[in-house]
């Protein structure tokens, strides 16, 4: 059998909420944001123990950066995640502002979440910080977020205006990355791998995906790397599947995706991926029912199993499930090595 790969991981809503933070000052005070870090962090370990894998010091992650950039609108409510409001009201008021030259730096947010980065490096200096958490979506997904749903009728209604405003919206996602590994020290081209991010496109139909999906993602790819390809995509069908192949992806993240299970996954691709157990579930859940789920998952197929910690999880209840989820793997991963 093969061997199994696990780890728990923590998202950001955690720490803040370990620490005792507001969400939004979290994302707007520095000093709130190295609380959350030093505080959260420590009591991630005190409940759960040393198996976790904690945060690295980032700014506060914010996947809609480049669309901040871009002119987008971020909302940021007091307690919760942020949202972005769409900022063409028409395909062609896309295209044109996207021919336009963008300086990011110049973006009022990024020079907030920069001085943010300076705080964090000097109030951590024995880590590496990053400012990758003013993050970017992938092509789909930056345009379904700067038009709305209006995007998904695009495709129909004007196919070749979208086609272009999906390629100019790459260029741009893509000059944005080499902005931010050049603030990183790090060179424009990954010589090992790049990730990627897109949603959104499971909203499009599998056999629309040769014209609106894979020459995006290849053009990010090319131009971002000469390593491995990894994705993560919410939602897919197992029609789908077969456009991973295509894209040459190298690792493929499904995280929560209804309709797929690791045994159509595995019977449909030769791709590597991880298996999720959504926070969600937890609540619904035995210590029982994570076991079965841990042990059940390697019997179909996955080798690469996690879960993320969220609020909801750091609940008495929940966190002996968590502590479950970590025992059985680890006794799984013991019994597949002897």
């Known amino acids: 059998m093969s061997k199994l790969k696990w780890w728990v991981g923590c998202g950001h809503e955690a720490l803040v909420y370990l620490a005792g933070v507001k969400m939004r000052d979290f994302y707007f005070n520095p ?11 420590r009591k ?7 198996d976790i894998r904690l945060p690295d010091i980032n700014v506060p992650h914010l996947s809609y950066g480049h669309l901040a950039c871009l002119g987008a609108h971020i909302d940021f409510p007091e307690n919760s995640a942020p949202c972005v409001k769409p900022l063409f009201s028409s ?8 021919q336009r030259k963008v300086d990011f730096s110049e973006s009022k947010l990024f020079k907030h979440f920069y001085k943010i980065y300076q705080y ?5 200096p024995e880590e590496k910080v990053s400012i990758y958490g003013f993050g970017w979506e992938g092509p789909v997904t930056s345009a379904v977020m700067l038009r709305g749903k209006a995007f998904l009728a695009d495709l129909y209604r004007t196919p070749r205006k979208a086609e272009k405003f ?3 919206l ?28 897109d949603d959104c496109a499971a909203y499009i139909p599998p056999r629309l995906w040769d014209t609106f999906v894979l020459p995006y993602w290849n053009k990010y790819f090319s131009n971002l790397t000469k390593g491995k390809r990894h994705v993560h995509v919410e939602g897919l069908y197992p029609q789908h599947l077969k456009y991973l192949e295509k894209a040459h992806i190298s690792h493929y993240d499904p995280s929560i995706s209804p309709k797929l299970t690791p045994k159509i996954i595995l019977s449909t691709i030769k791709i590597p991926f991880s298996w ?7 609540p619904y859940m035995t210590t029982s029912d994570v076991e079965k789920w841990v042990y059940k998952s390697y019997e179909e197929g996955a080798r690469e199993l996690y879960t993320v910690v969220e609020p909801l999880m750091c609940t008495k209840e929940n966190i002996i499930k968590v502590k479950t989820f970590i025992k059985t793997c680890k006794k799984l991963k013991e019994n597949n090595s002897a």
């Open 166 to 168: 999906l390629d100019l």
């Open 120 to 124: 964090l490096k000097k109030e951590f």
């Open 31 to 41: 000093k709130a944001c190295a609380k959350a870090f030093k505080d959260g962090r």
């Open 91 to 98: 395909i062609d008021k896309g295209i044109e502002a996207l």
């Open 44 to 50: 991630l370990v005190e409940i759960f123990g040393k």
């Open 276 to 282: 999720r157990l959504p926070g969600f579930q937890y």
């Open 170 to 197: 790459t260029d741009s996602i893509i000059e944005y990355v080499y902005f931010l590994r050049r603030l990183m020290g790090e060179p424009e081209v990954n010589p090992d791998s790049t990730g990627l991010c």
